[in-house]
Structures are given as structure tokens and as C-alpha cells.
């Protein structure tokens, strides 16, 4: 079946560590996201990349980086220098009529 | 500023009842509109996506109407049962941001026997 693979699905980081989520998708999609998803919140774009070796900034891109090698992987990184990583991380895939989800990783500072 | 509005207030209803979401949107031109179902610990779920020369979409026993003039969604299940209770998510996807979608922060509905 095709969709989206996040993982790890629990993930606990010590302050000043640098984390990185996978992401994986075997969709044939060119686009790919990452969501960042708080408490009562909605979701908030993190970065966006559109094609192999290209990516751009979301509204909270701080803190956070990217790479897209390869069309199906678009792994992020948390930094230490992103002060409250703490939340749901989603990421998703388009083919312009509806995205598809992963199923989340939690992310928890200790 | 943009803005993306739902309930904020969970909505309950009974069982074989219609619900009816709501999501306002203002400062934006969206290229079109999409309702997610979103269950917790769960990603988002895509339902209906609803053009902006399009007045309504039907799925089965799901509804959505956009209206650019009033700019508003809603979103409608009828015959609602216990299992359509969970988190349902407006998102506007703007043509000139990579098609990234911006979300709503969801209502909450729950569906009692």
C-alpha cells in the first residue's frame, strides 16, 4: 500500500541535542511537508520542498532544517537552537488534490 | 493578518443527527479548500476538497459548501454516527506557497449514542 512513513513515533531529546525525524513516502509525489502540530493549536508549516534538491521555509522554519536528496525521503532536523521543540511532528505529501499524512512523531525534550 | 477560524467550542450532537462545521478564513485568496479528519495521536485524514468556482461537493454523507463572497466553508455530516466522532480540520491552500496547506485549529465533534 503507498503512503507516508515517519518514524521514530516517541522520540526524547536532551537539551542542546540536535534530533532527526525521517520521513519517507513511496507515493510518487514531487511535494513534500513538514507540520508542526502544538496542544489546541492547528497545524503549522515548518518547510516545504517541491522537488528534488530544492526546499523552502514555512512560517516556522526557525531552528529546524531540511534536505531532499531523494524524492521519496524528506528527513527534518531539530536543532538545539529551536527553544521549544517539544510537539507533534506531521509530515505530508501532495499530488495537488488531497495531502497524505504520516502518522506523527512526538517529540519530547527532557 | 490571515486568519483560518472554526468553533472553538466542541460540538455534540446525537446519533442520526446532521452536524455542521463552520471555518471563516479572512485576508486570504484561497486557491481551493479541504476538510481533514483528524483523531488524536493520528494524522490528518484528507475528506473533500471544494474548488473556488465551486459552489458544493457531496461524498457520501459528507457536505461542503464554500462561499468566497462570505468567505466561508461548511462542512456537513448527516446521519452522523459514534464513529465519525473526532477533530475535523479546514485548510486553505494557497497557489503561490507550493501548495502548502494552512490550517484551522479544528472543532472537536463528538457523536452520542
Known amino acids: 500500500d503507498g503512503g507516508i512513513t515517519q518514524s521514530p513515533k516517541y522520540l526524547f531529546r536532551k537539551e542542546g541535542q540536535n534530533v532527526t525525524l525521517s520521513c519517507e513516502q513511496n507515493?510518487?509525489?514531487?511535494?513534500m511537508y513538514w507540520y508542526r502540530q502544538d496542544p489546541g493549536q492547528g497545524l503549522r508549516l515548518i518547510y516545504y520542498?517541491?522537488?528534488?534538491?530544492?526546499?523552502q521555509k514555512g512560517d516556522i522554519a526557525e531552528g529546524y532544517s531540511v534536505s531532499r536528496e531523494k524524492k521519496e525521503s524528506f528527513p527534518l532536523t531539530v536543532t538545539s537552537a529551536q527553544k521549544n521543540p517539544t510537539a507533534f511532528y506531521l509530515c505530508?505529501?501532495?499530488?495537488?488534490?488531497?495531502?497524505?499524512f504520516g502518522s506523527g512523531t512526538r517529540l519530547t525534550v527532557v | 493578518s490571515q486568519k483560518i477560524e472554526q468553533n472553538s467550542e466542541a460540538l455534540n450532537i446525537q446519533e442520526g443527527k446532521t452536524a455542521t462545521l463552520t471555518c471563516n478564513y479572512t485576508?486570504?485568496?484561497?486557491?481551493?479548500l479541504q476538510w481533514y479528519r483528524q483523531d488524536p495521536g493520528r494524522g490528518p485524514v484528507f475528506l473533500l476538497l471544494?474548488?473556488?468556482?465551486?459552489k458544493e461537493k457531496r461524498k457520501e454523507r459528507l457536505k461542503v459548501t464554500f462561499d468566497t463572497t462570505l468567505k466561508q466553508s461548511l462542512f456537513h455530516i448527516t446521519a452522523s454516527q459514534p464513529a465519525d466522532s473526532a477533530t475535523y480540520l479546514c485548510?486553505?491552500?494557497?497557489?503561490?506557497?507550493?501548495?502548502?496547506?494552512?490550517f484551522g485549529k479544528g472543532t472537536s465533534l463528538l457523536v452520542t449514542p
Open positions: 505530508a505529501s501532495n499530488d495537488r488534490v488531497g495531502y497524505t
Open positions: 507515493l510518487n509525489h514531487d511535494a
Open positions: 520542498s517541491q522537488i528534488v534538491n530544492d526546499f
Open positions: 485576508n486570504y485568496s484561497p486557491a481551493y
Open positions: 471544494i474548488r473556488e468556482n465551486e
Open positions: 485548510a486553505l491552500v494557497l497557489s503561490n506557497s507550493g501548495y502548502a496547506l494552512n
